[in-house]
Structure formats: C-alpha cells, structure tokens
C-alpha cells in the first residue's frame, strides 16, 4: 500500500496505525503516527509515515500525508476499557514489524524521524539508518509487554541503551515509567534530552543538567487519547525550528491542552490554536 508522492518530506513518523476497538463494537484508527503525523502536517510539516497494516484499512483520513505501508494480514487492534482505578489496555492483533530494510531509500536523509511504536513494532536498530537526521522517541510500544489474553503489562527498557543515548530527544509519559521518579532520573542521566508528560499537570523537561516544569494550563476534558502524541509532535517539530527545548516545552504543553477538549481527531491542532501558541511562545 503506496500514497506517497515523489515530494520530499521533512517529518518522517514511523510505528503502527492502530484499528482502535471501541464500546459499541465499530473501529478507528488511532496510534502515535495517527496523532503525532497529523499533528505534524497541522504545524505546516512534509509528512511521511512509515508503517503496516491491513491493505483493506480505511486511510483516507491521511490526506496529505505521504503513507507507506507494508501489508499485513491483519491491522495492529488495541482496545482501552476505562476504569474506576485507571485504564485496562489489550492488543489482539499486530501488523508486521518495522525495520532497517523497511525504510525507503528517499526517506533516510529526512530532517526529523519520530520512531513511535505502540506495540514493540520497530526494530531498535532502525535508528542506524538515520545518521543525518534528528532522532526523536516516543518509547511509550518499547516499554509494554503483552499477556496471552492480549492484556498490555508494563516492563522496563529491555534494550541496549545505545538508542536513547543517540536519540536527540525523548518524549514519554510519567505513567510509562510507573510513576517511579528513581526511573525517571536513570532516563535523564541516559538522554541528551528528555521530556515527561504528567496529563493535567503539563510536563517537565531534562536538558544540560537542568529540569523545569511547565504546568498546563486548566481546560474541560473530553477525551485526552492522543494528547501525548500531540505534545511529542508539537515539541519535537518546535525543537527543530528552534533549538529551543524551554520554548518548546511552553509550545507543546499549550497545544497538547486545546487537544483534549474534542474528541478523536479533530483533537488535532487548529491554526488558530497553532498561531496563539506560537505568538505566546514569543
């Protein structure tokens, strides 16, 4: 499945998109490369996604986007049942895992890579392919395991430490690392940049030595799937521009609060949302 163009891009996402299962028994697609690509093209970004899925999945809400997909007998299906003591996750089916070899030739000198898996897809390894470019992580899919009733169980960092020490930033949540501040501080001694998302309570940002908190600001909640990856989007893209990881943080917190007051993907940044973040930012 191909709807690239021959068109440089300048945001490479790679992971899976998600066939999300829902209470009423319908699907919709979902996953880091939903939200985070999105996101990306909102913010004026050549989009590319690297991933793999069913051939039969509906992808017509990535217009725009450059879409490679390696094909799989089955899309990747999560189902999040929420409850009184927080979120139960289950994955009952993964699409083909993402490599080296996956990568195509034209996408390898791509400015910004966003590897974001969900479900342990991609190869560690990949980030070799990428020596000119800015690594960005959302290791959220690294850090899970999964039960043989599909249950999503967290563990720790199984992997060499080479590739969050290569990456250029690393964006995860406060809840993938179990609320647990000693991990928290191992993970800020590994990168060179690492960024932690508290929900409600915005984010704090590790970098040269330094840490400092950036509180969100007070909004409804609707549904907040996605927001993190929205953030990571909103903060690696701003990054970029900017070298700037204090006023990315400020940019990314903004936007990641407009995103949780709507629901699916029209969570996705506005321009005018875009526009006001960025002349506060200033």
Request: with cysteine.
């Amino acid at each position: 499945m191909d709807l690239s163009t021959t068109d440089p891009i300048n945001y490479l996402v790679i992971g899976h998109i998600t066939q999300d299962l829902l209470d009423d028994g319908t699907y919709s697609p979902g996953g880091t490369v939903s939200y985070s690509g999105l996101t990306a093209a909102a913010l004026g970004q050549r989009v590319g996604i690297l991933t793999s899925c069913s051939p039969d999945l509906e992808l017509s809400a990535y217009s725009g986007l450059q879409v490679r997909a390696l094909p799989a007998s089955q899309s990747t299906v999560f189902r999040n049942i929420r409850t009184d003591s927080g979120r139960l996750q289950y994955m009952y089916h993964s699409a083909r895992r993402l490599d080296a070899a996956s990568v195509p030739e034209a996408w390898k000198n791509c400015p910004l890579v966003h590897l974001g898996p969900v479900a342990a897809e991609i190869d560690p390894d990949i980030f070799s392919v990428f020596p000119n470019s800015m690594l960005c992580l959302t290791p959220q899919g690294w850090l899970r395991a999964f039960a043989p009733d599909g249950r999503v169980l967290p563990v720790d960092w199984t992997y060499s430490p080479t590739l969050l020490q290569a990456a250029h930033a690393v964006v995860l949540s406060i809840e993938d690392l179990n609320n647990d501040e000693s991990k928290i501080e191992q993970w800020a001694n590994l990168c060179a940049l690492l960024v932690v998302t508290q929900s409600d309570q915005g984010a704090r940002v590790y970098w040269n030595g330094d840490v400092r908190r950036f509180p969100a600001p007070k909004v409804a909640l609707v549904e907040d799937t996605g927001a993190g990856d929205i953030f990571a989007a909103c903060f690696f893209q701003r990054l970029f521009a900017t070298q700037d990881p204090w006023e990315a943080a400020r940019f990314a917190v903004k936007l990641a609060a407009y995103s949780v007051t709507r629901r699916h993907f029209q969570s996705i940044p506005t321009q005018s949302e875009i526009s006001d973040a960025l002349t506060q930012v200033i």
